[in-house]
């Protein structure tokens, strides 16, 4: 059975860079499939951010592109989450993800962590 | 980026009662569509992917159709444990996206 959990701060300040990593267990993230993020602002729906293969491979959500980088530690069984210049409208709770298959659906999920922007 | 529109919003509904959801798309996806469920302070739970495959152990009273734009998931006899937020998500860009929601409520 895949576990993921995620950790990293709750709370950061505007401008600042939110940093979070998703720990896979009971499963190789070198496997075929590919590893997601994906956030839900407190009260709202589902945003997916990006996903990364374990080679490295990303691809980002258009409208967080130029903010967002994902990383991989396949010796460590991770990966990783960073979001540049955040504002308030970033507070929300992080999910990670495995995608079953390339381009695809979400069948295993963190418990996901609540970050909050404010000073 | 591909919309996804849910309707309804929210629905009232009595243990027992046959609920159906509607997700449209902005543009044909196919089949590339899955449903969630998801409960308050919980993760989603994937219950049907492709629009009408079953996800192991989801229980058969839940049943997902269509192609295309339009798609509708099925819940055939409502029980106390699907009260829950419902989510459909298109999976036929990248660029993954999700429908706003459909709270299902008690009656």
């Known amino acids: 059975q895949v576990q993921l959990q995620e950790s990293g701060p709750g709370l950061v300040k505007p401008s600042g860079t939110l940093s979070l990593t998703c720990a896979v267990s009971?499963?190789?993230?070198?496997?075929?499939?590919?590893w997601s993020w994906v956030r839900q602002p407190p009260g709202k729906g589902l945003e997916w951010i990006g996903e990364?293969?374990?080679?490295?491979?990303?691809n980002y959500n258009p409208s967080l592109k130029s903010r967002v980088t994902i990383s991989v530690d396949t010796s460590k069984n991770q990966f990783s989450l960073k979001l540049d210049s955040v504002t308030a409208a970033d507070t929300a709770v992080y999910y990670c993800?495995?995608?079953?298959?390339?381009?695809?659906?979400?069948?295993?999920w963190g418990q996901g962590t609540l970050v909050t922007v404010s000073s | 980026d591909i919309q996804m529109t849910q309707s309804p919003s929210t629905l009232s509904a009595s243990v027992g009662d046959r609920v159906t959801i509607t997700c449209r798309a902005s543009?044909?996806?196919?089949?590339?569509l899955a449903w969630y469920q998801q409960k308050p302070g919980r993760a989603p739970k994937l219950l049907i992917y492709?629009?009408?495959s079953l996800e192991s152990g989801v229980p058969s009273r839940f049943s997902g159709s269509g192609s295309g734009t339009e798609f509708t998931l099925t819940i055939s006899s409502l029980q106390p444990d699907d009260f829950a937020t419902y989510y459909c998500q298109q999976y036929n860009s990248y660029s993954r996206t999700f429908g706003q929601g459909t709270k299902v409520e008690i009656k």
């Open positions: 993800a495995r995608d079953r298959e390339t381009v695809s659906y979400f069948d295993y």
């Open positions: 009971g499963g190789s993230i070198s496997s075929t499939n590919w």
């Open positions: 492709k629009a009408s």
């Open positions: 990364i293969y374990h080679s490295g491979i990303t």
């Open positions: 543009q044909s996806i196919s089949i590339w």
